[in-house]
Nanobody, 116 residues
Framework: QVQVVESVGGLVQAGGSLRLSCAAS????????MGWYRQAPGKQRELVAD???????NYADSVKGRFTVSRDNAKNTVYLQMNSLKPEDTDVYYC??????????WGQGTQVTVSS
């Protein structure tokens, strides 16, 4: 069974930085895409950033130039470096991992709060 475990988020002031990490385990095959979504109460989950196993990245327009997604394939870990945070970045952030030959697995979610 695949498990996806995120680091704890936190509270940060506007303009500050925060780094999230997420480790996937439980698959004997490599993980394909890994990435991050976020969701506010009453809203749809939206893509923040994702990264392929070869390192190609994709970002939501709202975070381009501020957030950086990276991964360590040896550790099956994906990171999200968030800089110049804004109050509108406040959300629950969900990590996901796409194990080869299996369905997508999600983390439990971690709260990120940006105060103005």
């Amino acid at each position: 069974q695949v498990q996806v475990v995120e680091s704890v988020g936190g509270l940060v002031q506007a303009g500050g930085s925060l780094r999230l990490s997420c480790a996937a385990s439980g698959s004997i095959f490599r993980f394909n895409d890994m990435g991050w979504y976020r969701q506010a109460p009453g809203k749809q989950r939206e893509l923040v950033a994702d990264i392929t196993s070869s390192g190609s990245t994709n970002y939501a327009d709202s975070v381009k130039g501020r957030f950086t997604v990276s991964r360590d394939n040896a550790k099956n870990t994906v990171y999200l470096q968030m800089n110049s945070l804004k109050p509108e970045d406040t959300d629950v952030y969900y990590c996901y991992a796409d194990p080869r030959f299996m369905t997508r697995s999600w983390g439990q979610g971690t709260q990120v709060t940006v105060s103005s």
